[in-house]
């Protein structure tokens, strides 16, 4: 029999090869979505063959609800879906930092944030996404990504508070301070350096959960509207017909599925490293 002790080495740090393993779908369904459009084999809106007919030589995934080529609308709707999720996490991630940051480097004003945090995360996304879109109806996709980023930046700034609290803490951040140093300089000179490998996991993380946002507003109507060609909408519109052709629905699906799980890898492998408790057998 074998004892067990506790192993709490640090997590080595993930390399580069890792992260861009597990980022290479993502990138390539990016690269995809800038050039899909030129690579459409077909007009977005024009029937190329029966409602909801099976793949063949003039679609190679065949049609969908108005029998229109699905591929060339899978190639077409994946941009402005990417970039509405991109946009929220810039800026979430942006403006969190900002708050997340100053928060920690002054405490009084940090208690304010952090109940002011606690209270918008109390109101949930869906409903304040519906709110947001029933005051604005014009807004479409605009007004979706708005809600999101307001909606996601309370999160992401007790995030960053937290993860900024203990270099806050530190003695040559103090000495920095007490040296007269202006709050810029302790903010982007530092502070920012310390929080890189959260930052770049937190705005991974804020684009996938754009991803999510963005295509459950589409899903429920809410953002883009027929006949445009987006991942989300193409899978309400065929969803009635998936047993007739099932790549109407399974193809954006998959886009949307395979985008959201490479960028939380890759956001998961850029988390910082900690120390874990295991056991060895």
Request: glycine residues 10%.
């Amino acid at each position: 029999m074998t004892g067990s002790t506790p192993d709490t080495r640090p997590r080595t740090a993930p390399g580069t090869a890792r992260i861009l393993t597990r980022a290479l779908p993502a990138l390539l369904l990016v690269l995809l979505a800038l050039v899909g459009p030129l690579l459409a084999p077909h007009a977005t809106d024009r029937p190329v063959t029966m409602p909801y007919g099976g793949a063949d030589d003039g679609a190679a995934l065949g049609g969908d609800l108005l029998g229109r080529d699905v591929l060339s609308r899978l190639l077409s709707g994946g941009t402005r879906l990417i970039a509405t999720a991109l946009a929220i996490a810039v800026v979430v991630t942006v403006a969190a930092t900002a708050i997340g940051i100053l928060a920690a480097l002054r405490p009084r004003l940090g208690r304010w944030v952090e109940r002011a945090a606690d209270l918008a995360i109390l109101l949930p996304a869906v409903l304040g996404i519906l709110l947001i879109a029933l005051a604005w109806p014009s807004g479409g996709r605009l007004a979706v990504g708005a809600a999101a980023t307001v909606l996601g930046i309370p999160y992401a700034v007790r995030i960053v508070a937290a993860a900024a609290a203990p270099v806050a803490a530190t003695g040559y951040l103090e000495t920095a301070a007490a040296g007269g140093e202006r709050l810029w300089y302790l903010v982007v000179r530092e502070v920012l350096p310390n929080l890189r490998a959260t930052l770049l996991a937190l705005f991974g993380l804020r684009f996938v959960e754009g991803v999510y946002v963005v295509s459950v507003a589409a899903f429920l109507q809410l953002g883009p509207q027929p006949p445009e060609a987006d991942w989300a909408l193409m899978i309400r519109e065929n969803a009635p017909g998936i047993m007739l052709n099932p790549w109407a629905v399974a193809a954006p699906c998959l886009a949307i599925g395979l985008l959201a799980i490479s960028v939380n890898l890759a956001a998961e492998a850029l988390a910082p490293a900690r120390p874990t408790p295991e056991t060895t057998l």
